[in-house]
């Protein structure tokens, strides 16, 4: 028998690497790491969990703005950016040293640098030092796409967003995606003036057309500025360091910070994939199949990274089917219907299992049940914003085929609501639910 220095090598310590080394090691492999950037990953160290943060502190400034409605008299308010920034920075600090902590407790062995595939059984270190491995994982995730424009290299994507010196006067965010739209209501709230442009005329595709349909101008109401068919052609720096953006045939927008979010693309650049004669899919992509292994034998690949579905949910999922599959003699899968998402707008929508569209190509009867509401808690608010909630039905079996929610706390609510939908729950099963009075997740059950 061959003997190699780890059963099991990882290149990538995000969430499904590090989840996938800690199960593996549990199960009593031999298990080491190699992580580039941070222990923790695009989530944790430059993406959901940094961003949610400074979504809770853009709400913030809603409440301030009620607050008088409330019966309270604020006096003195002010903002201070950096103070919100370091904060968030520190609890990023605080959550890699626990995933690197995770690693330590499991006796994953890690190294704080670059991995490359030398071949089937071997990485390559940044340092040069080659290591042997029964079987490798790569879970490198997945990278901002920057577009090319002249002038791309004055803007930003969302892995700098967190480390902006001061908060920019005005931003102009190329892109209607969930990371587009999230980071235009955190700026918006905290004062920026906002303007988005996109290179089609629709926000947030995939979502039901009724959520973002009512979406969009509440967004609008709330001071964001849409540009719709205006991709950027360039982005001129002038004299004063402020940035001209030309985007479509419309006017230049100022802006002091340019943030493009437009996807993100399978980390796998220079990643020696080819050395072990593994061919990339048409957007970079590790080709895998179910048990999430590649065309080479010892190398399987979970995450972002596979393009399958960019969510850290499904990448920890994967990272721990791998490895009870290949180190716990458990083989399993992922089942990748009826996943929940969200996206923390202003507000927020959430959604799980099949739109509208999607159910009436599927099914030849849909029934579909509304419920149109302004929330009490925006009853405080100058605004008239309302709710909005939606249940797509099989006509035939009464089954519940997707869920889709409008207005405040929505991903909260959606969370146990796609328990109902995953387990296959009826109509008929819902409205048979008492209430629970008052709330705004009691919509899901009073829907006639």
């Not at 950037?37 to 959901?48: E, L, N, P």
Request: hydrophobic residues 40%; aromatic residues 8%.
């Amino acid at each position: 028998m061959t003997d190699f220095d780890y059963d099991l090598f990882v290149i990538g310590a995000g969430s499904g690497g590090v989840r996938a080394s800690r199960i593996a090691a549990s199960h009593g492999a031999r298990v080491a790491v190699a992580e580039e950037f941070r222990v923790g990953g695009t989530c944790v160290i430059r993406g959901c969990v940094p961003k949610k943060l400074l979504v809770y502190a853009s709400h913030f400034a809603h409440s301030l703005h009620d607050a008088p409605t409330y019966g309270w008299t604020l006096q003195g308010q002010s903002f201070d950016w950096n103070r919100l920034r370091d904060f968030v920075a520190s609890d990023v600090d605080r959550l890699e040293r626990a995933y690197t902590s995770t690693l330590d407790s499991n006796k994953v062995e890690h190294f704080h640098e670059r991995a490359t595939v030398a071949g089937p059984n071997t990485v390559r270190l940044a340092s040069g030092r080659e290591i042997t491995a029964r079987h490798i994982l790569i879970a490198v995730g997945a990278w901002p796409v920057m577009p090319e424009f002249e002038g791309v290299e004055h803007c930003i994507t969302s892995n700098e967003v967190f480390h902006l010196p001061e908060l920019p006067r005005r931003v102009a965010i190329q892109g209607a995606g969930y990371i587009a739209l999230e980071f235009a209501g955190v700026f918006n709230a905290l004062g920026s003036q906002v303007t988005v442009v996109n290179r089609s005329d629709k926000i947030l595709r995939g979502y039901d057309h009724d959520l973002t349909d009512r979406l969009l101008p509440i967004l609008q109401a709330r001071g964001i500025e849409f540009g719709f068919n205006r991709p950027i052609r360039k982005v001129e720096k002038t004299a004063d360091g402020s940035l001209l953006v030309h985007a479509g045939e419309g006017e230049p927008i100022a802006a002091d910070v340019v943030l493009v979010a437009t996807g993100r693309r399978p980390k796998t650049d220079g990643l020696g994939l080819e050395n072990a004669g593994i061919a990339l899919g048409a957007n970079g992509e590790i080709p895998v199949n179910e048990y999430n292994a590649t065309t080479c034998p010892s190398i399987h690949a979970v995450g972002d990274v596979t393009d399958r579905v960019q969510l850290t949910p499904v990448a920890i999922r994967e990272g721990h089917a791998f490895a009870d599959t290949v180190f716990g003699k458990a083989p399993r899968t992922v089942a990748y219907d009826h996943i929940p998402s969200a996206v923390f707008t202003q507000p927020p929508i959430a959604a799980v299992g099949l739109t509208e569209h999607e159910a009436r190509a599927q099914y030849p009867e849909v029934k579909v049940f509304k419920s149109d509401f302004r929330p009490m808690q925006n009853m405080f608010s100058a605004t008239a914003e309302r709710g909005y909630y939606k249940l797509v039905v099989d006509g035939a079996s009464d089954r519940v085929l997707g869920i889709h929610m409008l207005g405040p706390d929505a991903p909260e609510i959606l969370q146990a609501a796609a328990i109902a939908v995953k387990a296959g729950l009826t109509k008929a099963q819902f409205d048979e639910t008492v209430a629970l009075h008052p709330s705004m997740a009691e919509e899901l059950v009073l829907m006639r």
